[in-house]
């Protein structure tokens, strides 16, 4: 127990010591690799307490200016410290190296920039915001419309991109000039801690942002969203979870920001680049062993390629390097937990019985010792299920898909808008107009023609029907994380 690495919460600019704590394994190895602070009410509190003198001291006063020079400092030590983040995501997570290293840190980063650049852009177009309102006998009054912090955020957050996903809501409420209490995913502690710090070695005021670890029920995580110091609640995790958290919020009552699960569909039209669709198809199937909520795990396929795409997918499939996270040559991570391991392979199970015609994988994937351990699925696809199959209705999370066939195209729509969830859509085809009829009929917060998983962070990013409550990303996560005020001032007739 002594030679794990210990993660302790951090509140009011200090690492507070562990009292208790759970161990938390290597997903690569499946052996304990952390002992992780589990917060307790009292230490929940703390934060919060913090958190909310932070706000009553400096930081209080602090001009925007200031907020996103500090921002930008931030970013700029990330990068000098880039080795260290990688490190961390990798032990907590057992990601692969070369996306690691070439993505999802440097994304992480890059929210720090963004949100810098949008909360500017949105302060030089102020004059907008303010207008006059004629009154009678020549008076009027003036309205000045302005932005305040709306006080302590609570932000929790998921496993899948633990540090991508912090900063993405971090960065913008610290622009807006909160200060923010944040619950790390129990699996995924360490970046949040290094963030923490980073953070507090830029000379951002103690209290700003605290982190507390622990689990969720019944734990530090429903203790931070239903603690009535927190002014909004801000979540991406599962669909259940999100309920729940909106329950929490109801009370007092919080603003609440739910970034939720998906079963996203990918049409490829006959007309397409085939060779183009099924590397991106791939990559939207298997990145990040299919955790990732913009995931594709329903993909249809026009009739006269359906053999052809299944074939070319079958092979980028089996293609793919498992195993040592830190060989360069690795693309395929284990499942984060054995938990979701055994989610995952249940699901499996589930499309056996069901009658589906396996393509490849279908059940735990071999990999040699000293990963032999580890959490590993194979890559797997199947067809031949009808659309009401569970495993063509449930969020898998895993890195597989179902291959439909289809005829036409409002066949196509209508099946890919037959699910509870709405997050990400993908169109692949050659026709502009198809793409731009296709694309406006599919109920998703996002649909991506010819490309998967481009994001820039000034677009609105959130999920119809059960895949969220409200949208993040540009002017929105200001709109989300500020107190927008009006201030009329009567004027006389002059
Ligand atoms: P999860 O809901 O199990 O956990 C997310 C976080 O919530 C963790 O920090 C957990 O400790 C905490 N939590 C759990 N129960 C809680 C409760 N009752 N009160 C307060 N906090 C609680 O989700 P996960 O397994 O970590 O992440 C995977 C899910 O996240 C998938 O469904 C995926 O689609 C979704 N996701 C969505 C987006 C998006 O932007 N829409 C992005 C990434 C992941």
């Not at 099924?278 to 009739?303: H, K, M, P, W, Y």
Request: charged residues 20%; proline residues 6%; hydrophobic residues 45%.
């Amino acid at each position: 127990m002594s030679s794990l690495a210990s993660i302790a919460c951090f509140i009011g600019g200090r690492e507070v010591p562990l009292s208790a704590g759970f161990e938390k394994c290597d997903p690569a190895t499946g052996q304990p690799s952390a002992l992780v602070a589990e917060a307790d009410d009292a230490l929940v509190d703390r934060a919060v307490s913090a958190a909310r003198g932070a706000l009553q001291g400096p930081w209080g006063r602090t001009r925007l200016g200031e907020r996103l020079a500090f921002l930008e400092r931030l970013a700029g030590h990330m990068e000098a410290n880039l080795a260290i983040l990688v490190a961390a995501e990798i032990a907590d997570t057992g990601k692969p190296v070369t996306p690691t290293t070439q993505v999802e840190i440097p994304r992480a980063i890059a929210n720090f920039r963004a949100f810098a650049q949008i909360a500017r852009a949105d302060a030089q177009a102020a004059s907008g915001t303010t207008f006059e309102t004629p009154m009678a006998g020549g008076a009027w009054a003036r309205n000045t419309v302005s932005r305040r912090p709306v006080g302590v955020i609570g932000i929790v957050a998921p496993w899948n991109l633990p540090l991508l996903l912090l900063t993405w809501k971090v960065a913008p409420a610290l622009a807006c000039g909160n200060a923010v209490v944040v619950k790390p995913s129990e699996h995924s502690p360490r970046t949040a801690l290094l963030l923490a710090r980073m953070a507090s070695a830029c000379g951002l005021p103690d209290g700003v942002l605290n982190v507390v670890h622990g689990h969720g029920a019944g734990a530090a995580g429903e203790a931070l969203v239903s603690h009535p110091g927190v002014d909004a609640i801000t979540f991406t995790g599962e669909t259940r979870t999100g309920e729940a958290i909106m329950r929490a919020a109801s009370s007092g009552p919080r603003p609440v920001s739910l970034e939720l699960g998906g079963k996203n569909p990918a049409l490829i039209f006959a007309d397409c680049d085939l060779e183009v669709a099924i590397a991106g198809t791939a990559r939207s199937v298997f990145d990040n062993c299919g955790q990732v909520c913009l995931t594709t795990e329903r993909l249809f396929v026009q009739r006269p390629v359906f053999e052809r795409f299944a074939a070319g997918l079958v092979q980028a499939a089996e293609g793919l390097t498992a195993g040592d996270p830190w060989a360069a040559e690795t693309r395929l991570g284990p499942a984060i937990s054995a938990q979701q391991r055994d989610k995952v392979l249940g699901l499996y199970a589930s499309a056996k019985t069901a009658g589906a015609q396996l393509l490849t994988g279908g059940g735990a994937l071999a990999v040699p010792a000293p990963f032999a351990e580890g959490y590993w699925v194979a890559p797997t696809l199947w067809t031949g299920l009808p659309d009401d199959a569970e495993i063509c209705r449930r969020e898998v999370f895993g890195p597989c898909a179902h291959i439909s066939v289809f005829d036409d195209e409002d066949e196509v729509v209508t099946r890919a808008n037959a699910s509870e969830f709405g997050l990400a859509a993908t169109v692949w085809t050659g026709d502009a107009d198809r793409a731009e009829r296709v694309g406006g009929a599919l109920e998703s917060g996002t649909v991506w023609v010819n490309c998967w998983r481009v994001r820039d962070e000034r677009a609105p990013f959130g999920g119809f029907k059960k895949s969220g409550v409200g949208r993040e990303g540009g002017r929105h996560s200001l709109d989300f994380y500020s107190e927008i005020k009006t201030l009329c001032a009567f004027q006389p007739a002059s």
